[in-house]
Nanobody, 125 residues
Framework: QVQLAESGGGLVQAGGSLKLSCAASGRSFSTYAISWFRQAPGKERQFVARISWYGGTTSYEDSVKGRFTISRDNAKNTVYLQMNNLKPEDTAVYHC??????????????????WGKGTLVTVSS
């Protein structure tokens, strides 16, 4: 069982930066790949980034490549999402999520079992 809680959202001007955190509880955190998803008003939830349980493998949605960086600190049970050069279209509620099974880097949104409540990021133009 993994419980997740996001923080770090806020209001920022276009071109600015924010760093989101996803704090996890549970002894098995270091065995789970963690993903970030986002949902903008009136739009479907979208994959943003994913990191493997050991941190050595990452993947990104095309529109955030080169601007966002996902990382993790297993000693602190935390995953981070550093977001630079933010754009108004990045405005959304950002959620972190973990799949049903540990050691699973391939699960898509439908395979996510554990979700945080989200943190709101608003980018003004």
């Amino acid at each position: 069982q993994v419980q997740l809680a996001e923080s770090g959202g806020g209001l920022v001007q276009a071109g600015g930066s924010l760093k989101l955190s996803c704090a996890a509880s549970g002894r098995s955190f270091s065995t789970y790949a963690i993903s970030w998803f986002r949902q903008a008003p009136g739009k479907e939830r979208q994959f943003v980034a994913r990191i493997s349980w050991y941190g050595g493998t990452t993947s990104y949605e095309d529109s955030v490549k080169g601007r966002f960086t996902i990382s993790r600190d297993n000693a602190k049970n935390t995953v981070y999402l550093q977001m630079n050069n933010l754009k108004p279209e990045d405005t959304a509620v950002y959620h972190c999520a973990a799949p049903r099974e540990p050691f699973n880097m391939r699960a898509g949104e439908e395979g996510m079992e554990f979700w945080g409540k989200g943190t709101l990021v608003t980018v003004s133009s």
